[in-house]
């Protein structure tokens, strides 16, 4: 096989996967911003966020499973309305988490969105050390995950770069040796 020509493949079809990759990294992502980032509770909040459906949004508290603060409709894929900080919320960090049903026909990429809101204590200030939202033994089992990674998983990715390694190895010992055969057969040729 001609090595210009195995070159010339090899830089096409690098190219292909770059072009494909610049393609994904340009989907505009559903986003969420809650101002002020520090609250209060009782405290309104104003979200504001871009790229998502006609559908209407539903904003919970603390978690997809959160309590639901509000529905905001969005219009022309923008997000814009309040929510308030439940008044019994102790102070902490907290997620504001944005859902929505897709819509026929179109793809809403980032759903469900987040925001991060810090509920102050009583003097205005963050309360350093606090527990970061609520108690997670309230969540629904099947959104809690408890399992961490084990040995199996380090293995397998090891083994996978193990593998591209060489393969990566092999890949250019044989462009090599096409290489030098083909230098080969030039200087023996003339």
Not at 147 to 170: H, P
């Amino acid at each position: 096989m001609n090595p210009k020509l195995v070159r010339t493949g090899l830089f096409a079809a690098v190219a292909l996967v770059a072009l494909a990759a610049t393609a994904w990294a340009c989907v505009p992502v559903a986003t969420l911003e809650a101002t002020p980032g520090q609250a209060s509770p009782g405290d309104e909040i104003t979200v504001n966020g871009r790229f998502y459906n006609a559908n209407d949004v539903t904003l919970h508290w603390d978690g997809l499973d959160g309590r639901v603060l509000g529905t905001v409709t969005p219009e022309n894929r923008l997000l814009e309305g309040t929510v308030r900080v439940p008044s019994d919320t102790a102070p902490g960090n907290y997620t504001l988490v944005a859902t929505q049903e897709s819509e026929d026909g179109s793809t809403t990429w980032g759903i469900p969105s987040r925001a991060l809101v810090t509920v102050v204590g009583e003097g205005g200030e963050p309360v350093l050390g606090a527990a970061v939202g609520a108690d997670a033994s309230e969540r629904a089992p099947e959104l809690m995950q408890t399992e961490s990674v084990g040995a199996g998983e380090f293995v397998l990715v090891a083994l996978g770069i193990t593998g591209f390694v060489l393969f990566a190895a092999g890949a250019a010992a044989l462009m090599a040796g096409r290489s030098r055969r083909a230098v080969a057969e030039t200087a023996t040729s003339e």
